[in-house]
């Protein structure tokens, strides 16, 4: 137990734990509260005109078994109407060890030529080193991410989505601010035979919903969506502002070697044998892979560093690629995966989760630019105890990501 | 909600500013929540350290809140140490208060940090929510504050005057 964090938390002082509140408290407390005029609910949509929450997800529609090995999910879009599970694409994975480097293309049964992993991802590793180069005074993104719950005591399964806009100063110093807006989009029915359920349910606007590890705690998803919560932050140390195995600023992320050896032996600079987020052990391809894919996914490097961090991935053993992928948004790509259980660590919920997930980036090939990560279940388990292996369990997507000289709307 | 909540709210504004004024900000942080029911989020959780974080922040000024807590500290450090006389866990008790004496030193921000992911379990996701930063910068700050936290148990000794009071109690 070396993780400072793991030392810190067993040294809780233990009247800080789950004792109960008196009864003299309880009841001093709740009278104040309730003593009080409660605030008119602010601007809500009328009731006769709330939109029907759409479909936003399918799940688990590709046969489970193949979905393990090859993690092809399916996902279907939110173009209005979602697609029947028979017609969702399910995607076609190909692995390095599969395929050998000699051959780079072999065709397969039904006739279509499989590229190998690692030809994939060269190919997308030129496309982005061809990108512009651009900088401003702010870098921009926008993201929207998506969690899976099942409804309690009901048969169907939501996705709660989130809304997060950020900025990020170019400039440093102690005066400099990293500026974010989050807003909850509410959540909604994942797949039609979802909404089906809910409605069933008689379509409740709050959805109670199941929290996995926590005895008797009662979670309820708005439908609506909530307000936008604005916040600013002033830079680690003045100038840090992405985590990439260790803190950096957007100098050193412009500094990246862009050669995939020098990258790699940077970014392993800061490996030490663990997880990102714990102290459980990951090897040191699946942490690179990890870094990597934040890397790739919304940090302000050049094109060519990218196309440096697609040729590092390319080199890994273990990569897999699974080709025509829809993200959450309906956006098609090529999603990047690597083999290993402990690859999936952050994705857990609670310690003794026995679920295993694995984490993916979807980018599109054309420009080699992130779109979304995701992490799909391979075995169910916490919080994801009862979902479909192969099921999108959370997933981050891209909307917008670049340099803009526009900062943040005081 | 309250009986979900208060006292991991209560245990978030100990850990901030001591006892003393906890059950105060307590009762506040659920006044507030209870006028502005409609706009409470699903989980409830982090919005209400938000809204505790901000009374704490309005009512009770910064040097107080740094005296609070160091109060606050000896008192964990007397119970921990009382743990001694009464059972033979001497390792276990030098550990935690190494642990404790390391997070009095940190700065404020760093401590609160450590404190919402170690002792309220939140993850990065929500305690950025609680804080009003993106996942991004949290990730950030959380690698700075356990760098620190790192640093400072492995070098108990430090020449800050606070501290070298609370080593004194120590001995």
């Given at each position: 137990?070396?993780d400072?964090?793991?030392?810190l938390?067993?040294?809780?002082?233990?009247?800080?734990?789950?004792?109960?509140v008196?009864?003299?408290?309880r009841?001093?407390?709740?009278?104040?509260?309730m003593?009080?005029?409660?605030?008119?609910?602010?601007?809500?949509?009328?009731p006769?005109?709330?939109?029907?929450?759409?479909?936003?997800?399918?799940?688990?529609?590709?046969?489970?078994?193949?979905a393990v090995?090859?993690?092809?999910?399916?996902?279907?879009?939110?173009?209005g109407t979602a697609?029947?599970p028979?017609?969702a694409?399910?995607?076609?994975a190909?692995?390095a060890?599969e395929?050998p480097?000699?051959s780079?293309g072999?065709t397969?049964p039904d006739?279509?030529?499989r590229?190998?992993?690692?030809?994939?991802?060269?190919?997308a590793?030129?496309?982005a080193?061809?990108?512009?180069?651009?900088?401003?005074?702010?870098?921009?993104?926008?993201?929207?991410?998506?969690?899976?719950f099942?409804?309690?005591?009901?048969?169907?399964?939501?996705?709660?989505?989130?809304?997060?806009?950020?900025?990020?100063?170019?400039a440093?110093?102690?005066?400099?601010?990293?500026?974010?807006g989050?807003?909850?989009?509410?959540?909604?029915?994942?797949?039609?035979?979802?909404?089906?359920?809910?409605?069933?349910?008689?379509?409740p606007?709050?959805?109670?919903?199941?929290?996995?590890?926590?005895?008797?705690?009662?979670l309820s998803?708005?439908t609506?969506?909530?307000?936008?919560q604005?916040?600013?932050?002033?830079?680690?140390?003045g100038?840090?502002?992405?985590?990439?195995?260790?803190?950096v600023s957007?100098?050193?992320?412009?500094?990246?070697?862009?050669?995939?050896?020098?990258?790699?032996?940077?970014l392993?600079?800061?490996?030490?044998g663990h997880?990102?987020?714990?102290?459980a052990p990951?090897?040191?391809?699946?942490?690179?892979?990890?870094?990597?894919?934040g890397?790739?996914a919304?940090?302000?490097?050049?094109?060519?560093v990218?196309?440096?961090?697609?040729?590092?991935?390319?080199?890994?053993?273990?990569?897999?690629v699974?080709?025509?992928?829809?993200d959450?948004e309906?956006?098609?790509?090529t999603a990047?995966?690597i083999?290993?259980?402990?690859?999936?660590?952050?994705?857990?919920a609670?310690?003794?989760?026995?679920?295993?997930l694995?984490t993916?980036?979807?980018?599109?090939?054309e420009t080699?630019r992130?779109?979304?990560?995701?992490?799909?279940?391979?075995r169910?388990?916490?919080?994801?105890?009862?979902?479909?292996?192969?099921?999108?369990?959370?997933s981050?997507?891209?909307?917008?990501?670049?340099?803009?000289?526009?900062?943040?709307?005081? | 909600?309250?009986d979900e909540?208060?006292q991991?709210?209560?245990?978030y504004?100990v850990s901030?500013?001591?006892?003393?004024v906890?059950?105060?900000?307590v009762s506040?942080?659920?006044?507030?929540?209870?006028?502005?029911l409609?706009?409470?989020?699903?989980p409830?959780?982090?919005?209400?350290?938000?809204?505790?974080r901000?009374v704490?922040?309005d009512t009770?000024?910064?040097?107080?809140?740094r005296?609070?807590f160091?109060?606050?500290?000896?008192?964990?450090?007397?119970?921990?140490?009382?743990?001694?006389r009464?059972?033979d866990?001497?390792?276990?008790v030098?550990?935690?208060?190494?642990?404790l004496?390391?997070?009095?030193e940190?700065p404020e921000d760093?401590?609160?940090i450590?404190v919402?992911?170690?002792w309220q379990?939140?993850?990065?996701?929500?305690?950025?929510?609680?804080i009003?930063?993106?996942?991004?910068?949290?990730?950030v700050?959380?690698?700075?504050?356990?760098k620190?936290?790192?640093?400072?148990?492995?070098n108990?000794?430090s020449?800050?005057?606070?501290v070298?009071?609370?080593?004194e109690?120590?001995?």
């Amino acid at each position: 137990m070396n993780d400072p964090i793991d030392r810190l938390r067993a040294a809780r002082p233990a009247h800080l734990g789950d004792t109960p509140v008196d009864e003299r408290t309880r009841a001093a407390e709740l009278t104040r509260a309730m003593a009080q005029p409660r605030q008119e609910r602010r601007t809500r949509r009328a009731p006769g005109r709330r939109t029907i929450a759409r479909p936003a997800w399918g799940l688990g529609l590709a046969g489970a078994a193949a979905a393990v090995t090859a993690v092809a999910v399916a996902v279907t879009g939110t173009g209005g109407t979602a697609p029947s599970p028979s017609t969702a694409r399910t995607g076609q994975a190909v692995s390095a060890s599969e395929s050998p480097e000699s051959s780079p293309g072999r065709t397969a049964p039904d006739g279509q030529v499989r590229l190998s992993a690692r030809t994939v991802l060269l190919a997308a590793a030129h496309r982005a080193a061809g990108q512009p180069d651009e900088t401003g005074a702010w870098w921009h993104t926008v993201s929207v991410s998506r969690t899976l719950f099942r409804a309690e005591g009901a048969d169907y399964t939501v996705v709660d989505r989130q809304r997060t806009e950020s900025w990020t100063p170019s400039a440093t110093g102690p005066d400099q601010r990293q500026h974010s807006g989050s807003q909850s989009l509410g959540a909604q029915p994942a797949t039609p035979e979802d909404e089906a359920a809910w409605r069933e349910a008689g379509a409740p606007a709050e959805i109670p919903v199941v929290v996995p590890g926590k005895k008797g705690a009662k979670l309820s998803l708005p439908t609506g969506p909530g307000e936008v919560q604005k916040g600013q932050a002033p830079l680690p140390d003045g100038d840090k502002v992405f985590w990439l195995g260790r803190n950096v600023s957007v100098r050193d992320l412009r500094a990246l070697p862009s050669e995939p050896g020098a990258l790699k032996a940077w970014l392993l600079r800061s490996y030490k044998g663990h997880g990102t987020e714990s102290s459980a052990p990951m090897s040191r391809d699946a942490w690179l892979f990890t870094v990597t894919t934040g890397l790739i996914a919304d940090m302000p490097v050049t094109p060519e560093v990218r196309g440096a961090a697609f040729r590092m991935l390319a080199g890994l053993a273990s990569i897999e690629v699974t080709r025509d992928v829809t993200d959450a948004e309906g956006r098609a790509g090529t999603a990047v995966t690597i083999d290993g259980p402990e690859a999936s660590a952050m994705g857990k919920a609670a310690a003794g989760d026995d679920g295993v997930l694995r984490t993916r980036l979807i980018f599109d090939e054309e420009t080699g630019r992130a779109l979304a990560t995701e992490n799909v279940v391979v075995r169910p388990g916490g919080a994801q105890a009862g979902m479909e292996p192969g099921t999108v369990w959370n997933s981050d997507v891209t909307l917008e990501s670049g340099w803009t000289d526009d900062g943040p709307a005081s | 909600m309250y009986d979900e909540c208060r006292q991991r709210v209560w245990a978030y504004v100990v850990s901030r500013a001591g006892r003393q004024v906890a059950d105060e900000v307590v009762s506040e942080t659920f006044a507030i929540a209870w006028r502005r029911l409609e706009d409470v989020p699903e989980p409830a959780l982090p919005w209400l350290l938000g809204v505790a974080r901000n009374v704490l922040r309005d009512t009770v000024r910064a040097e107080a809140r740094r005296e609070a807590f160091g109060a606050e500290l000896r008192a964990w450090i007397a119970a921990t140490g009382d743990g001694v006389r009464r059972a033979d866990v001497a390792d276990e008790v030098t550990e935690r208060l190494g642990v404790l004496a390391a997070l009095a030193e940190l700065p404020e921000d760093d401590r609160e940090i450590l404190v919402l992911v170690a002792w309220q379990g939140l993850s990065p996701r929500d305690a950025a929510r609680v804080i009003g930063c993106s996942q991004a910068t949290f990730r950030v700050r959380l690698h700075r504050a356990r760098k620190r936290l790192g640093r400072a148990m492995e070098n108990p000794v430090s020449p800050r005057p606070r501290v070298r009071n609370l080593s004194e109690e120590l001995s």
